[in-house]
């Protein structure tokens, strides 16, 4: 079973530049999470989708960034334009409940 | 806000020891608690998750959940070289919203 994949592994842009990640969860996960990690710290959540609906986003600094999951199933994360401090890890998981999460390789981002 | 604390480390334990990581967390109404495992450069791994206060073990890890303390722990038994990353204590909310502790950045010495 392919486990979730994302891409792309590594980003490198300048800031003011506009970047987006894309995941494909485990087949037959409903629900998708996109994270972010900074250097040193534990992943905190930016949004969560039930299918296609986004169900938390509290976290989501919608100025700069936006996400969708068309027909429930693929995702994207886009961020513009980015920023320094949006140079970070983002991970993307998915889990048939919202208990156990499987996470993807996660996207590095680095903003110049 | 809802807060998991753990200790940054590093911490450093010699092969064959055991490696004791430990957690609080703020939401005495939490119910579901995990520890994920991350080596450099990877993803989360979940590695143990109990729900019940008491001790749970799988292999060489046990985890342990004190409720009225908010305190949730994982010790690891005959540590190993491979053992050595950062674990992550995360809990679940009452939003179904799992959060993250910073992580403790384990060192098993050969």
């Known amino acids: 079973e392919a486990g979730v994949v994302q891409s792309p592994r590594y980003k490198i842009i300048e800031k003011k530049q506009p970047v987006a990640f894309w995941c494909n969860p485990i087949?037959?996960?409903?629900?998708l999470y996109w994270y972010r990690q900074n250097l040193g710290q534990g992943p905190e959540l930016l949004i969560r989708?039930?299918?296609?609906?986004?169900?938390?986003d509290s976290q989501l600094p919608k100025d700069r960034f936006s996400a969708e999951r068309l027909k429930g199933v693929d995702s994207t994360l886009k961020i513009q334009p980015a920023e320094l401090g949006d140079s970070a890890v983002y991970l993307c998981?998915?889990?048939?409940?919202?208990?156990?999460?499987?996470f993807g390789a996660g996207s590095r981002l680095t903003v110049l | 806000q809802k807060e998991v604390e753990q200790n940054s480390g590093p911490l450093s334990v010699p092969e064959g020891a055991i490696a004791s990581l430990n957690c609080t967390y703020s939401?005495?109404?939490?119910?579901?608690f995990f520890w994920y495992r991350q080596y450099s450069g990877k993803s989360p791994e979940l590695i143990m998750f109990?729900?019940?206060?008491g001790d749970k073990e799988d292999g060489r890890f046990t985890a342990q959940l004190n409720k009225a303390s908010q305190y949730v722990s994982l010790l690891i038994r005959d540590s190993q070289p491979s053992d050595s990353a950062t674990y992550l204590c995360?809990?679940?909310?009452?939003?179904?919203?799992?959060?993250f502790g910073t992580g403790t950045r384990l060192t098993i010495i050969p």
């Open positions: 998981a998915s889990s048939l409940d919202p208990v156990f999460l499987t």
């Open positions: 087949s037959g996960h409903n629900t």
């Open positions: 989708y039930e299918n296609e609906e986004a169900v938390d």
């Open positions: 939401d005495r109404g939490s119910q579901s």
């Open positions: 109990i729900y019940s206060n």
């Open positions: 995360a809990v679940i909310f009452g939003n179904e919203k799992l959060t």
